[in-house]
């Protein structure tokens, strides 16, 4: 018997889907745009319903605490105020590669240890959109995550409870939130579960790094590719200048100057629109250290779908504010 | 949204979520995991390949091994004789039967993930090499070698093999609360 026809015997019979009904209409098609800690890939979106029935949009929008009132608009953080916020901004090209020749060092540099210690903090509104309702819920997120080249290590996030502007909206919550079961604050990953995006780090010609960053018409992956690479590992020093040096090469970027990140430390700006113009990643960078500090989601106009009380829309934050070079997890 | 994607929700979601599920154990966050794993093969339509189910399958394996841990361990403690299994319906005198299939399943979780995954692209998912290696972003080669190693790791973690067992059902580990990688 081949390898396959005998896998087939001794597994088909074990088949966990074997009870499962079949799902020969496919649902209304569920949109998230979560960008929570350990959801490296998730991008805002919007879809229709895949069987033209009723659209289900769940978005996630961040929230700054220190803004957030007792009403719906509260919970939506500002834009941040950036040296050239309107359109059209400097081609960032000069202007990092000038940054890219002052990188200096890092804490961390001259540190070593078997894990990357990374700790990121967001602010998360989920917003559910079905064709007669709208609820919305606002999540704080902490994620530290500890991890080895080969997958293993420990992963915390620690949802804090969702905010609410009212009962109301809290009751809406409960009635239309997808039914997940809670988890864990903390979990250990054995090797190779943590699948890396870049196993063998970053490269350091700037090149190269940026041929790995580009992806043929979509101008916004080379800045996601980026923070997910600052999900996983710590980019040293020559890294951090490769990454600079990298993204000047790419064409359809913003240089957006100078700027102070939600928590209060200066950097600069790059930003990329997607080709319709719909949405727009930024991403800060210290200027010193050339260290990614910040990431950020904006929706640019209103999509058709979201009720969002004012655009731009930020919908999705996340602060990188510690790395680290640790023995072991948990350290 | 182009035509490409609703052909392909409409085809493919039903596997979709079956693979899910098989990884998952839990009906419901497969069905919300394969939603937003067509959403990713929307927003990435550009890099679609001919093969289409297994590219699907890779995003899938990917957003299990990322996205989804935090959840998945929620229920990570694998139900081997839940009401609504694959056991469903055993009646006395298929002891032999349960206990193979309990064994099967532990030799199963016993291996790396890796293992794991192929075997069940295989053996669950019914792909063939090449459509494994498009799941798994491997070449075909690569795809044969790892089915070849991981089909005889099973073997031998079901040493003896299944057909040969003298059964106990009631004697057999407590394989129901192992947890899940």
């Known amino acids: 018997m081949n390898p396959v026809d005998e896998v087939r015997r001794l597994l088909g019979p074990v088949d966990p889907a074997r009870a499962l009904p079949a799902y020969t209409t496919p649902p209304p098609l569920a949109v998230p745009v979560e960008a929570a800690p350990q959801a490296r890939s998730r991008r805002w979106a919007l879809a229709v319903s895949g069987a033209g029935a009723a659209v289900v949009i769940t978005a996630a929008l961040l929230v700054n ?25 400097p081609h960032p090209g000069p202007y990092l590669s000038r940054l890219a020749e002052q990188v200096g060092a890092a804490p961390y540099d001259a540190t070593s240890g078997r894990y990357v210690r990374l700790t990121t903090k967001g602010w998360y509104l989920d917003t559910t959109i079905t064709r007669d309702a709208v609820a919305s819920a606002t999540v704080p997120m902490e994620s530290q995550l500890w991890l080895a080249r080969d997958g293993s290590g420990r992963e915390t996030v620690r949802k804090l409870p969702p ?27 054995k090797p190779g579960e943590y699948a890396l995006s870049w196993p063998r780090g970053l490269p350091t010609d700037p090149a190269a790094l940026a041929a790995a960053l580009a992806r043929p018409g979509d101008p916004v992956e080379p800045l996601l590719r980026v923070q997910n690479a600052n999900r996983e590992l710590i980019p040293d ?12 090469l790419l064409d359809d970027l ?32 210290a200027p010193d250290t050339g260290e990614l500090l910040a990431h950020e989601t904006m929706i640019m106009r209103e999509p058709g779908a979201l009720d969002l009380p004012a655009y731009p829309a930020v919908v999705s934050y996340t602060l990188f504010l510690n790395r680290a070079h640790v023995d072991r997890p948990g350290a | 949204m182009g035509e490409w994607f609703t052909d392909a929700y409409a085809s493919h979601y039903d596997a979709v ?42 995003i899938a394996h990917k957003m299990l091994a990322n996205e989804w841990r935090a959840r998945r ?9 839940d009401e609504d299994g694959w056991d469903a319906g055993v009646t006395a005198g298929a002891e032999e039967s349960v206990a193979v299939r309990l064994d099967v399943e532990a030799a199963l979780l016993s291996l790396a993930e890796a293992d794991q995954e192929i075997l069940r692209l295989v053996g669950w998912e019914q792909l063939d090499l090449g459509e494994a290696a498009v799941a798994l972003g491997c070449r075909r080669a690569t795809a044969a070698v790892r089915l ?11 040493d003896p093999p299944p057909s040969a067992f003298a059964v106990d059902p009631v004697r057999r580990p407590a394989v129901g609360s192992q947890e899940r990688s």
């Not at chain 2, 361990?73 to 004789?81: D, E, G, H, M, N």
């Not at chain 2, 070849?148 to 079901?158: G, K, N």
């Open chain 1, 163 to 189: 905010e609410f502007p009212d009962e109301a909206a809290r009751a809406k919550w409960k009635r239309l939130e997808p039914t997940m079961p809670p988890a864990d604050p903390t979990h250990d990953l």
């Open chain 2, 17 to 58: 979520v079956r693979y899910c599920h098989r990884r998952l154990r839990d009906a419901g966050a497969a069905e919300e995991l394969a939603q937003e794993v067509f959403l990713t093969a929307w927003r990435r339509g550009g890099e679609r390949p001919r093969s289409m189910l297994p590219w699907l399958y890779g």
């Open chain 2, 148 to 158: 070849h190693r991981a089909r005889r790791r099973l073997l031998r973690a079901l």
């Open chain 1, 65 to 89: 605490p220190l803004t957030t009132r007792d009403t719906a608009t509260a919970v939506m953080p500002a834009p941040l105020v950036m040296q050239y916020g309107a359109d059209p901004a």
């Open chain 1, 254 to 285: 913003a240089y957006r100057g100078e700027v102070t990140d939600r928590a209060g430390r200066r950097g600069v700006a790059v930003s990329a629109d997607t080709p319709d113009g719909g949405r727009r990643e930024v991403l800060v960078f």
């Open chain 1, 237 to 248: 020093r020559a890294a951090r200048a490769a990454v600079l040096r990298a993204l000047a």
């Open chain 2, 73 to 81: 361990r929620a229920a990570s403690t694998v139900p081997l004789l």
